[in-house]
């Protein structure tokens, strides 16, 4: 069928092309060339074929008796889809690059396909698109959170983990002192074992209660050493807590109020000679100033 196209391109079209004998629309045009070619065909296949040795239309009468249907499956037409198989992060690599999947497709098989700059991703036998992903650079990275089911969060959630016995004893006093010793530990606390050790010196001493506010306050402002839970524990609660400020008070008084004003020659003193005395220190006689 494709060297008939190109035998009617090449026999028909060029040629009428060539000496202006087609129409000026492209439909029409079009419409031409269909008809010249339906002729064309009509014409050679009622002849004996050089190659078969038999009349085609005669042969297609006799190969017609043995076709089969065709099969129920849909034929791949175009490039062959890849196959790749979700690992344990619910991901496919293509291309030097990962994608995200459902997570329901762990441990599957599914096809991908490249269309117009973006990934699809399909499942084996429905067909159906699952995913749908740009196209990255090889290393990155293309993750959608609906596949996962929730939202990932800005930060990496890391419980501290005890490594000795100080530690241990230490986040068992509770959630507070966890997040004393990740706040330590991420302000790069030097020798914070030592650290550790005299808090819990600090504990023995003042108790459980009063630990528990200090290590509180600290983490509040990001004091991260014994001695400024020491400190802490030393003001006994007594120490301010500082609220941000708030929003700016703005009045507007009324013009009723705006009290009157003098000239400050109202205020000059007169001397019985005459003189007037000034009222910033100077003194004003005929006009001259001493």
């Not at 087609?22 to 009622?46: F, K, Q, Y």
């Not at 068992?172 to 790069?188: E, V």
Request: with cysteine; proline share 8%; net charge neutral.
């Amino acid at each position: 069928m494709e060297t008939l196209v190109g035998y009617a391109k090449r026999d028909l079209m060029v040629p009428l092309t060539l000496h202006d004998d087609l129409p000026a629309a492209p439909a029409d045009r079009l419409a031409v060339v269909n008809t010249l070619a339906a002729c064309w065909c009509g014409e050679v296949n009622a002849v004996v074929h050089s190659e078969i040795c038999a009349v085609p239309d005669q042969r297609l009468t006799v190969e017609r008796d043995m076709l089969k249907a065709l099969p129920s499956l849909r034929p791949e037409i175009g490039a062959r889809p890849a196959t790749r198989k979700v690992d344990r992060l619910s991901c496919v690599r293509f291309g030097s690059a990962r994608y995200s999947v459902p997570t329901r497709l762990i441990g599957d098989t599914v096809f991908l396909t490249v269309l117009e700059g973006r990934v699809q991703v399909l499942e084996r036998f429905t067909g159906e698109v699952v995913a749908e992903h740009p196209l990255v650079a090889p290393g990155e990275t293309s993750v959608l959170d609906e596949h996962y089911g929730s939202s990932r969060p800005d930060k990496p959630r890391r419980a501290p983990r005890a490594r000795t016995g100080d530690e241990q004893q230490f986040l068992a006093l509770g959630p507070t002192a966890a997040q004393f010793l990740t706040g330590a530990a991420a302000a790069g606390v030097a020798n914070l074992a030592r650290e550790i050790r005299q808090i819990l010196t600090l504990h023995a001493a003042h108790g459980p209660d009063a630990l528990h506010a200090a290590l509180a306050r600290a983490v509040e402002f990001g004091r991260w050493r014994a001695d400024d839970v020491r400190s802490i524990l030393a003001a006994g609660g007594a120490a301010p807590t500082p609220r941000p400020p708030g929003q700016a008070l703005v009045l507007t008084l009324p013009s009723a109020l705006t009290a009157p004003t003098r000239s400050l020659a109202d205020y000059a003193i007169a001397t019985p000679g005459g003189d007037v005395t000034g009222t910033m220190g100077g003194d004003v006689m005929g006009g001259e100033s001493r």
